[in-house]
C-alpha cells in the first residue's frame, strides 16, 4: 500500500445532501455518486449542493454514451467509473475524461479481464464478485491480487469496514494506490456514519 498520507480515499453510495456535506469535513479524496437503477443507492436526483472539495466519481453500470455525458454536465463530474460490460473501445470513446473500471474479482483468473483495458482506463477497481454488481458489503481474498502484474494503478474495495484498519495497513501491492469504502460504514443504504468514518480514517492516516 502507499504511504497513508497519500492514500486516497473514496467513499461510494452517497446521495444525502447534508450526509454530502458532513463526508466534505473529513479527510477524504473522492465521492462516489451511483447513477445505476439496480442499486439501493441510486441517485435519482442531484442533491440540492453537490461536494465541492472533493473529485466526484459517478458509477455507471453499461450506461450509454449520452447518457454518461449528460450526467458529467449535471453533476460536474470528475471521474467516471465503470462497473458493467463496457469495452475498451466504449472507454476510448469517453476520452479525455478520468475513467475507473471495475472488476469483480474472486480468484486470480478474473484478473486477466484486465489486460484488455490497460493503457485505455486511468485507473482500475477489483471488488467482489457477488450476487449484484458492488455494494455486497463482502471482501473477497485480497492474497489473489499478488498475481496483479498490469500497470494500470487501482483502488481497493469490497467490503472493507471499521474493523479493517490493520487489515489495509497490512496490504501491500505497488500499484494500489487508494481504498473504496461504501456499505459497512451505512446506517442505511445511501446514508454513511459520518462518526464510523471518521475514526477509521483518522486510524488510517497515522
Known amino acids: 500500500m502507499m504511504s497513508p498520507s497519500r492514500l ?8 444525502e445532501e447534508q450526509n454530502i456535506s458532513d463526508l466534505e469535513k473529513l ?6 455518486m451511483i447513477f445505476w437503477p439496480g442499486s439501493k443507492r441510486y441517485v435519482g436526483s442531484p442533491p ?3 461536494p465541492q472539495q472533493l473529485k466526484k466519481v459517478g458509477v455507471f453500470v453499461d450506461a450509454s454514451l449520452d447518457d454518461i455525458r449528460q450526467h458529467v454536465s449535471d453533476y460536474q463530474l470528475d471521474i467516471i467509473q465503470l462497473h458493467g460490460h463496457e469495452t475498451p473501445a466504449f472507454l476510448e470513446a469517453l476520452k479525455p475524461l478520468t475513467l475507473i473500471k471495475a472488476f469483480n474479482i474472486a480468484d486470480a483468473s478474473d484478473l486477466q479481464k484486465t489486460k484488455a483495458y490497460e493503457g485505455v482506463a486511468d485507473y482500475f477497481l477489483f ?4 450476487k449484484i ?4 458489503g463482502e471482501k473477497f481474498d485480497w492474497t489473489v491480487l499478488t498475481a496483479y502484474e498490469g ?12 474493523n479493517d484498519v490493520q487489515k489495509v ?5 505497488h500499484k494500489c494506490i487508494g481504498i473504496d469504502l461504501n456499505s459497512r460504514f451505512e446506517s442505511a443504504p445511501g446514508l454513511k456514519d459520518i462518526v464510523q468514518l471518521q475514526t477509521f480514517i483518522k486510524q488510517i492516516r497515522l
Open 151 to 162: 500497470s494500470t494503478p487501482f483502488l481497493l474495495s469490497g467490503g472493507i469496514g471499521p
Open 169 to 173: 495497513k497490512q496490504f501491500h501491492h
Open 27 to 32: 479527510d477524504i479524496d473522492w465521492v462516489g
Open 127 to 130: 471488488d467482489t464478485k457477488g
Open 133 to 136: 454488481v458492488g455494494g455486497n
Open 8 to 15: 486516497i480515499i473514496k467513499v461510494c453510495g452517497m446521495r
Open 48 to 50: 440540492g449542493r453537490l
